[in-house]
Every structure is written in structure tokens, then in C-alpha cells.
């Protein structure tokens, strides 16, 4: 549930501020975040599915919470943010 909200808090802005940023292409920019948090609704839950049956519930949320605070920080270090 916390995951869903969260997910909910940072779509909005992000959609938003890239149509701030972007002026030449923004519709590109756009749609690549439009596209990216529908192929993330897709691959967690298979990811997570895949560990919870393989793995312990700690063992099993360890690289999905890693990977969603990983991409984020590595954004804003590749853009100089």
C-alpha cells in the first residue's frame, strides 16, 4: 500500500516538471515517464513474485526497494541535479 501511495506522489510531479523542463521535446519527454512507470506496474509485481517464492519476505523486498531508491539518485547525479 505504501509502495502505491508513493508511487502516486512522485507521478504526478514528475510528469509535471518535465513539461517544465523540456522545451524542445517534451512530448518525448513525457511520453518516456508515461512509459516507464506502466512497464514498472508490470515488472514489480512479477519481480516480486518471483522472490517471495524463492526467497524469505526480507530477502525478497531487499532488491526491489534498493533498485526504487537507486534509479532516482542516479538520475540526478547523471543530470548534474
Same mark, same amino acid.
Given at each position: 500500500?505504501?509502495?502505491g501511495i508513493a508511487g502516486c506522489l512522485v507521478?504526478?510531479?514528475a510528469t509535471a516538471v518535465a #513539461?517544465?523542463?523540456f522545451l &524542445? &521535446?517534451?512530448s518525448t !519527454?513525457? %511520453?518516456i515517464i508515461v512509459a516507464g512507470s #506502466? *512497464? %514498472?506496474g508490470v515488472i514489480y509485481p512479477i519481480m516480486l513474485k518471483e522472490l517471495l517464492e524463492k526467497l524469505c519476505k526480507p530477502q525478497a523486498t531487499a532488491p526491489p526497494s534498493s533498485l526504487t531508491r537507486s *534509479?532516482?539518485?542516479h !538520475? !540526478?547525479?547523471?543530470h548534474g541535479l
Open positions: 500500500m505504501c509502495f507521478y504526478s510531479p #513539461g517544465h523542463w &524542445k &521535446k517534451r !519527454a513525457v %511520453g #506502466g *512497464l %514498472g *534509479l532516482p539518485r !538520475a !540526478a547525479h547523471h
